[in-house]
């Protein structure tokens, strides 16, 4: 959980991230850099989450072929004030429900990222995916990764029916779209 100190810094910092502005040139790094601004925008989301039953240790599950999830393994890179423990899952297992407290999916074609949301519907598993742009079936938050920055929207809908609850800060920074 994180502390009221760690929440001053965090929000702001998921903000910067949600809102960074265009000015860099493209470079060779544009991977890495864009994968250190999705690690810090799942971080941010996950640290902003509660279960109904608080893990001690966020259990993060990656699944498929992401492009941009190489900083989620940086142990470096994560919060001090978070823990979590990031491991690859295959998409088609049945226990992810059970096994993680949040899953990041990208690279999946659209019927299997689909079979893995239904698998966590109604179960406390927050869902963040890549490659999402419709942001409706299942996906909580779907992220828009720019060469300089990293937004997401945010399924309502979704989040209703996990049982977690998002800060509301974290919310209004996303592209609201509507229910299903």
């Not at 903000?15 to 040139?25: I, P, R």
């Not at 810090?40 to 971080?43: P, W």
């Given at each position: 959980m994180i502390g009221r100190r760690a929440w001053r810094f965090w929000l702001p910092a998921l903000?910067?991230?949600?809102?960074?502005?265009?000015?860099?040139?493209p470079s060779s790094t544009d991977t890495a850099?864009?994968?250190?601004?999705?690690g810090?925008?799942?971080?941010g989301i996950l640290g902003y989450t509660r279960?109904?039953?608080?893990?001690?240790?966020?259990r993060l599950c990656v699944a498929g072929q992401p492009a941009y999830d190489s900083a989620l393994f940086d142990d470096q890179a994560r919060p001090p004030a978070l823990a979590v423990q990031v491991r690859r899952a295959v998409a088609d297992d049945p226990a992810l429900a059970q096994e993680c407290d949040a899953v990041y999916l990208g690279g999946l074609k659209p019927g299997a990222r689909r079979q893995v949301l239904r698998r966590i519907v109604g179960h406390p598993v927050v869902s963040i995916v890549e490659d999402d742009a419709e942001c409706a079936v299942g996906s909580m938050f779907c992220l828009d990764v720019q060469p300089d920055r990293v937004g997401f929207q945010v399924n309502l809908d979704s989040v209703a029916r996990s049982g977690v609850r998002i800060h509301p800060s974290v919310l209004q920074l996303s592209r609201r779209r509507p229910s299903p």
């Open positions: 903000l910067a991230v949600a809102h960074a502005t265009a000015g860099a040139a850099t864009r994968s250190a601004l999705v810090q925008a799942v971080m279960w109904p039953v608080q893990p001690d240790v966020i």
